[in-house]
């Protein structure tokens, strides 16, 4: 019998890789598509953009990570990038966006959002460049179908390089390029304990709450003709009420 099992010892040890892959799925997914990017980013002019990848910075207000900035001539790029798969549904004033993969569904942080919120802390530590141009982006992987709608840049990494490359006027100097790409790289936090903290606290603020399965506003309890009722935080825009989802 023990001569049985060592016999088929790959297919123990299969069953173990598979086991953690499913633990670590996000995390791996997650920087599988930021390398992706990262390595894409490496096309472009050297002598007119120079990137940095997965910073972190501190503000007043907290910690902010980034995964990709590209510091340009021609403004300050802010990547985010999502390597999901499936049709993504949202828009720029829901909370969350659903994923859909068949019938499963899976509600996660809007990442239009998420990216102003780094928007806001590039601004606070670069308070002395008021003038920096921001060029938020959302990258999604190909194989998300998108379905959104929004007023930015939400795009597929094959089109990356193309919405970069649509901003032509020159409005940072080669000396404030540097001066950026330095300061972004010294204020860059590496301290391992300090950037496990923040993806703690990222989960915990990120983690979908009660929320409209139409559109992926928070639910709320309102006071209506005939008492209490829980509904969607976008009414008028979206009319989900909880009572009416029962009597369906």
Same mark, same amino acid.
């Given at each position: 019998? $023990?001569?049985?099992?060592?016999? /088929?010892?790959?297919?123990?040890?299969?069953? $173990? $890789?598979?086991?953690?892959?499913?633990?670590? #799925?996000?995390?791996?997914?997650?920087?599988? =598509?930021?390398?992706? /990017?990262? %390595?894409?980013?490496?096309? !472009?002019?050297?002598?007119?953009?120079? +990137?940095?990848?997965d910073v972190m910075v501190e503000t007043d207000t907290g910690t902010s990570q980034i995964d990709h900035i590209i510091i340009s001539n021609y403004g300050i790029f802010v990547v985010e990038t999502k390597n999901y798969s499936g049709w993504i549904f949202g828009d720029d004033r829901?909370?969350?966006?659903?994923?859909? /993969?068949?019938?499963?569904?899976?509600?996660?942080?809007?990442?239009?959002?998420?990216?102003?919120?780094?928007?806001?802390?590039?601004?606070?530590?670069?308070?002395? %460049?008021?003038?920096? !141009? %921001?060029? *938020?982006?959302?990258?999604?992987?190909?194989?998300? @179908? !998108?379905?959104?709608?929004?007023?930015? &840049?939400? /795009?597929?990494?094959?089109?990356?390089?193309?919405?970069? &490359?649509?901003?032509? @006027?020159?409005?940072?100097?080669?000396?404030?390029? @540097? @001066?950026?790409?330095?300061?972004?790289?010294?204020?860059?936090? #590496?301290?391992?304990?300090?950037?496990?903290?923040?993806?703690?606290?990222?989960?915990?603020?990120?983690? *979908?709450?009660?929320?409209?399965?139409?559109? =992926?506003?928070? !639910?709320?309890?309102?006071? =209506?003709?005939? =008492?209490?009722?829980?509904?969607?935080?976008?009414?008028?825009?979206? #009319?989900? +009420?909880?009572?009416?989802?029962?009597?369906?």
């Amino acid at each position: 019998m $023990l001569q049985f099992y060592m016999s /088929i010892w790959y297919v123990w040890v299969i069953i $173990l $890789l598979l086991s953690i892959y499913r633990v670590f #799925r996000p995390k791996i997914k997650g920087f599988i =598509g930021e390398k992706v /990017i990262a %390595y894409v980013l490496k096309r !472009l002019d050297p002598t007119k953009y120079k +990137t940095i990848n997965d910073v972190m910075v501190e503000t007043d207000t907290g910690t902010s990570q980034i995964d990709h900035i590209i510091i340009s001539n021609y403004g300050i790029f802010v990547v985010e990038t999502k390597n999901y798969s499936g049709w993504i549904f949202g828009d720029d004033r829901s909370q969350y966006w659903t994923q859909v /993969i068949y019938k499963n569904k899976a509600k996660f942080y809007n990442p239009v959002r998420q990216n102003q919120g780094h928007v806001r802390a590039l601004k606070a530590v670069m308070a002395d %460049y008021p003038d920096l !141009l %921001y060029i *938020p982006i959302v990258v999604f992987s190909t194989n998300a @179908e !998108l379905k959104t709608k929004t007023t930015g &840049h939400v /795009i597929y990494s094959t089109h990356l390089l193309r919405t970069i &490359h649509q901003y032509t @006027e020159n409005v940072v100097s080669d000396a404030v390029k @540097e @001066e950026v790409f330095q300061r972004l790289a010294t204020l860059n936090i #590496r301290d391992k304990e300090a950037r496990a903290k923040h993806v703690a606290d990222i989960k915990a603020f990120t983690a *979908p709450k009660d929320t409209c399965p139409r559109c =992926g506003s928070e !639910l709320v309890v309102r006071q =209506g003709k005939y =008492g209490q009722f829980t509904g969607c935080s976008g009414y008028p825009r979206c #009319r989900y +009420t909880l009572q009416a989802s029962k009597r369906r």
